[in-house]
């Protein structure tokens, strides 16, 4: 072994030490529970079965569980996608002088607790809240309409506690972008749906993939949100796992769950990173 690669070693075993502590082992400790046979009473035994899994991937309820947890995610991810792009274009092109503003007002939502805002949501939202009192005032809606208790106002929720993420992550992957090139798309006849759709949209594909990613890995394991937005009424993945481990204490079936959620995000971080580089 080299002297380069020597220090490369001793350069990440704490980190790599650090990783299998705090993720590889409670990662393959889940993974002993998930092959756990539980007793009628619910108490574990020592017998290793894979009957949890085939329970999982044959009961109606936890399909229907995944599909509308991955309908979810799919729908917040391309909401947010919607509202930060404009955004994330908007601190892209911005000068040197109103950067630094704009990106601490653009993160500042992360200084307050998502729960905090959960709950904001919550009243915003409620029956007698400003928002339907805005609708009905304006006469959109005769009478106020349910926007919490349901997967409306989880992914109202979820959308606007993930923007920073998205945002930051946009703009992270829009180095390619150069007014330079719409300048020279315009000289040549373009408009501006074809500038967008020619020029400016291909070449922050990058920032759009990177950011989708990250959102919908947050939005897949996202619990307290859907719980209290949804309130008990959104039956998702994240929160079945809660139920089950917590108030049911029913772990072999809950840790099958989180390694099926575990599963998912280790496939998507894997597949959009080369989705990403793909597109560069």
């Not at 080299?2 to 400790?29: D, G, N, Y």
């Not at 703009?171 to 074809?194: H, I, K, W």
Request: aromatic letters at 8%; proline letters at 6%; charged letters at 10%.
């Amino acid at each position: 072994m080299t002297v380069t690669a020597r220090r490369a070693v001793l350069l990440l075993t704490p980190i790599m030490a650090l990783i299998a502590a705090a993720f590889v082992w409670p990662a393959l400790r889940l993974g002993r529970i998930s092959l756990v046979q539980a007793s009628a009473s619910g108490a574990m035994t020592d017998a290793v079965t894979v009957a949890n899994y085939t329970t999982f991937f044959t009961e109606p309820a936890n399909l229907e569980l995944a599909a509308n947890s991955l309908l979810l995610s799919l729908v917040v991810t391309l909401a947010t996608l919607v509202c930060a792009y404009p955004l994330a274009i908007v601190l892209h092109r911005a000068s040197s002088r109103w950067q630094p503003l704009l990106f601490a007002l653009t993160i500042s939502p992360l200084l307050v607790s998502s729960v905090v805002r959960t709950y904001g949501w919550m009243a915003l939202l409620g029956d007698r809240g400003p928002v339907n009192a805005l609708l009905v005032a304006a006469g959109i809606v005769p009478e106020p309409v349910r926007l919490v208790n349901n997967a409306l106002g989880v992914a109202i929720g979820l959308v606007e506690i993930l923007m920073p993420y998205m945002t930051l992550s946009l703009v992270a992957g829009f180095g390619r972008l150069d007014v330079a090139y719409e300048e020279a798309a315009a000289s040549l006849g373009a408009g501006p749906v074809q500038r967008f759709r020619r020029v400016v949209l291909p070449l922050t594909l990058p920032g759009v993939a990177l950011g989708c990613g990250l959102v919908f890995v947050l939005t897949m394991s996202s619990f307290i949100t859907p719980k209290l937005l949804g309130g008990g009424r959104v039956f998702l993945l994240a929160t079945e796992i809660y139920d089950l481990a917590i108030v049911r204490l029913q772990w072999p079936t809950a840790a099958t769950l989180a390694m099926v959620v575990l599963a998912v995000l280790g496939l998507t971080t894997a597949w959009f990173p080369r989705l990403t580089r793909r597109f560069d």
